[in-house]
């Protein structure tokens, strides 16, 4: 199964975002899973993402909060 999700990413030359629904019951995070929790995924998002990661870490603390608590609830 694993390697026909990178044959397609391969065939693609793109990578796809995985749904979040589950979230809450992942323990790693990003393609590679080098990420254990979900501000660190979001800090080592860059390219397309960089815009939409620099909105988050200039929201205030409580609403960094309130959106990870959402995605943690998904």
Do not use: C, K, M, Y
Not at 7 to 18: D, H
Not at 27 to 46: C, K, M, P, Q, S
Request: hydrophobic share 50%.
């Amino acid at each position: 199964a694993t390697r026909d999700v990178i044959s397609v990413f391969r065939w693609r030359r793109r990578w796809r975002t995985a749904p979040l629904w589950g979230l809450r019951a992942r323990n790693f995070f990003l393609h590679d899973a080098r990420a254990t929790d979900l501000v660190t995924a979001i800090r080592l998002h860059g390219g397309e993402a960089s815009q939409v990661r620099n909105r988050f870490f200039n929201l205030p603390a409580i609403q960094r909060a309130d959106l990870v608590a959402f995605l943690r609830s998904l």
